[in-house]
């Protein structure tokens, strides 16, 4: 729905597009958020004592199995299944998790699976991961070669890139990790670290895990005593804390985490209870918006926002260009934010040196600034200016045009994807801006965070999940986004970080939100 203008200030375009992109955030993360802690799931040999590392030995076939409800909101959302096969030399574990939840009245489905293939000794041999939302999937296999080196394929937005890359050094898959956590002491007070591997990134992600002791827990009303395992997962843009609970047999029967605002629990179950049909009857957004106390104008000079942490919580907010941090009694946190609009003169192709402005101009599996399509789009959109503003200005109308149905049907898809699809919400206008601008040699990445937002529904000014770009002008990394009118700036954005346009930016942000009010606003003009 397109809003109105007053005079020159710029509006968002369409009402409700960052609440869209908030809602489908939500989902996008909370599935790789699922993922990431069946990641690294610690099974023990038995509920005291140290159990030596079982060696490894060759059998004609076995399957275990294992079904777990996923609950949010305290109501059924989903379901997990870990499924181990071992089949002469080789280990073969599965996970699947398949999630909905309601976003606006409507359900939204996700489905994350993990296929790993591991000698019985735990050395891992291959991989393959498949994500899938809303329609669009995302696909990720390795094989190691005879060399050692793997050979790892990407499907991303209708686009195929295969590599040679190394395997991260240490980094454990199921097998692996299930061999290592048997080598220790299943007693109160037992510490140790493992390294786990990100399919989806080659990447390694170190975990902590504390022994705590048993006490009483409750699955799905069936009460017992289990030992609790607290784990905290190590992730580049903060850590995440999850409590494991394994019975006397060594079974992972309950697992705990954040996810957002709301609180996920995966319990133990029998097939039918974990794969039937329960619709929720809560909006997992309904309580996600923050509210602003007063009203912000699209143009002002400098907004100073002042933050108290909610109960038990701990403002993260970082210090950048646009942004000045400040830590105040009792875990106050006050964000000067000043005008960060594009503007200044810069060489194009950019040829400076800054290091992170020169990584800037890379393709990525999601920015596929080397796309023909989206190489020819930008040149033919810049035309012969030679002015950078006004380069990246007529590239953001382009993306706006290009994006005519504003909608979620596209999932998370990459630029390559979006250039052609002709739909998305702000993710696709923020990767596709972002590829076209580094097509066009201007540094540029993503920003995620929180936007102020004039009315949602029947809520008016509220601060909403959103995505969009920075770029690289003379020596200042500048907000653009396609998203709102020209000049493609307003400055009601907290940021919450930067990165690539891919799912893994949001994964450690998730516990951010919810965890703060807007207590006072101040405004320069």
Known sequence: ??????????????????????????????????????????????????????????????????????????????????RREVEGETVTST??????????????????????????????????????????????????????????????????????????SEALMPEGERLAARSHEFKPGTRFTMKTFSASSMATVSIDATVVGKERIDLLGRVLEATRVEQVIHLPRGDILEVRHMDEQGRLVRIEGPAAHQRVVFVLCDKAFATSKVRSTGDFFASSYVSCPKALPPLAAKVVLTLKPKAGATIDVPQTESQKVEKAFGGTVTVTIEKNALEGSQAMPYDGGDAAALEALRPTRYIQSDDALIVET???????????????????????????????????????????????????HAVLLAALCRAAGVPARTAFGMLYVRRVGERSNVLAAHQWVQVYVAGRWRDVDATVAPPYYTIGRLVLGTGLGDQSDWSALLGRFGTFEVAEVEIVK
């Open 95 to 168: 996970e699947r998790i398949v999630t909905a939840v309601l976003r606006g009245g409507a359900e939204v489905e996700s489905v994350i699976e993990t296929v790993s293939r591991e000698t019985t000794a735990g050395q891992p041999l291959g991989f393959e991961t498949t994500s899938q939302d809303g329609g669009a999937a995302t696909r990720t296999s390795g094989r190691r070669e005879a060399d050692g080196r793997w050979t790892v394929t990407q499907e991303t937005g209708g686009q195929t890139r295969t590599m040679t890359a190394e395997y991260p």
């Open 1 to 82: 729905m397109a809003l109105r203008r007053t005079g020159k200030m710029p509006v968002p375009r369409w009402q409700g597009l960052v609440v869209l992109q908030y809602q489908s955030e939500w989902m996008k993360r909370l599935g790789a958020m699922f993922a990431l802690w069946a990641a690294g799931a610690v099974v023990w040999a038995d509920g005291g004592g140290k159990a030596a590392p079982e060696a490894p030995a060759a059998v004609e076939r076995a399957v275990t199995e294992d079904y777990y409800a996923v609950m949010v909101m305290d109501q059924k959302a989903g379901y997990m299944v870990r």
């Open 378 to 428: 930008a040149k033919r959109e810049i035309g012969k200016t030679g002015d950078v503003v006004q380069a990246v200005r007529r590239l953001a109308t382009w993306v706006d045009r290009q994006l005519s149905s504003k909608n979620l049907s596209v999932g998370y898809a990459s630029a390559s994807e979006a250039a052609r699809s002709h739909e998305g919400d702000c993710t696709e």
